[in-house]
């Protein structure tokens, strides 16, 4: 599994479940400012927040962006209604792991959501604190999910310079600040088993 940050809450998966590559992107809104992808072609787009103001996805890619279940192209999709009505929170399931990503999760998981999020193996959370959790906040919540790797997103880039930085967040976790990793490659075999480890990545 491959995981990439694009700015913002956007995140690429590549995952191979069989014997072909699939490529998720999870939110590919245009930023108002920065740079980010004029276009992508996923196999599986996914928005917690609906498709307006997305990017153009090419090709032919699986969307979805309402509560529900699925599995395509090996991927196992849930996806759980938000604090918001139109917004979710998604769970993938792929290569014998679990990926969860809150959004601009600004309000502590229902037991609905925990249903679905709890002990998930990655969990993408927003810690900017700009509509979405701050870094103390942000903590609580990935502590009642209890993953075994945290990635931070939607904190202060070229994309969000209103945000507040990584390391506001890192601090709270009691984790050193380390350079930035370009992408995640993370096999089921070397998740850690025993602390909770927390990467953060740059923007690709």
């Not at 998720?24 to 930023?31: A, H, L, Q, T």
């Not at 009691?174 to 930035?180: M, R």
């Amino acid at each position: 599994m491959h995981i990439s940050w694009l700015g913002n809450t956007a995140v690429k998966i590549q995952v191979k479940p069989f014997d072909k590559d699939v490529t998720i992107v999870i939110d590919p809104y245009k930023p108002e400012k920065g740079s980010f992808p004029r276009s992508l072609t996923p196999d599986i787009g996914l928005y917690t927040k609906g498709e307006k103001d997305s990017i153009t996805l090419s090709g032919d890619p699986f969307v979805l962006d309402t509560p529900g279940e699925c599995e395509t192209k090996g991927v196992l999709i849930t996806t759980v209604q938000s604090e918001k009505a139109e917004d979710i929170k998604i769970r993938l399931d792929a290569e014998q792991m679990s990926v969860g990503h809150l959004g601009l999760a600004n309000k502590q998981l229902t037991e609905k959501e925990l249903e679905v999020l709890a002990d998930v193996d990655i969990l993408l959370i927003p810690v900017g604190g700009d509509d979405c959790y701050d870094a103390q906040t942000a903590a609580k919540a990935a502590t009642s999910i209890e993953p075994k790797i945290i990635i931070p997103i939607a904190f202060k880039s070229d994309n969000n310079t209103n945000a507040r930085p990584v390391e506001d967040f890192l601090k709270e976790m009691g984790v050193a600040s380390t350079a930035p990793e370009k992408k995640f490659i993370i096999k089921k075999k070397n998740l850690p088993t025993e602390e909770t480890q927390v990467i953060v990545l740059a923007k690709e």
